[in-house]
């Protein structure tokens, strides 16, 4: 199992949840760790989900989610970005 960090690296200038450089959503399946992130924002989640899954698991060396290392929300206007962290945790 992976704990998935999602950082704030890019923010256009309208963003409806008020994000900021720095921002977090920490996920550590299947719940948001709440006291480890800055705020969450329906959209974006709502748009990383399909992702967040498959990248709290072990996967195949060769799985191309491996290559995965930024994700944007799906404003096709103002796309917030966030880097990707995948941390191996013990359970």
């Excluded at 959209?43 to 930024?70: G, H, V």
Aim: net charge neutral; glycine share 2%.
């Amino acid at each position: 199992m992976y704990k998935i960090i999602l950082e704030v690296i890019q923010v256009p200038e309208k963003c409806a949840a008020d994000y900021k450089v720095g921002d977090k959503i920490v996920i550590e399946d299947p719940k948001i760790v709440l006291n480890e992130s800055t705020k969450v924002c329906l959209y974006a989640l709502s748009a990383l989900t399909p992702y967040l899954i498959p990248l709290t698991r072990e996967l195949p060396k060769d799985d191309w989610m491996n290559q995965i290392t930024e994700l944007s929300c799906s404003d096709p206007h103002n796309p917030v970005k966030f880097k990707v962290t995948r941390i191996k945790t013990t359970h």
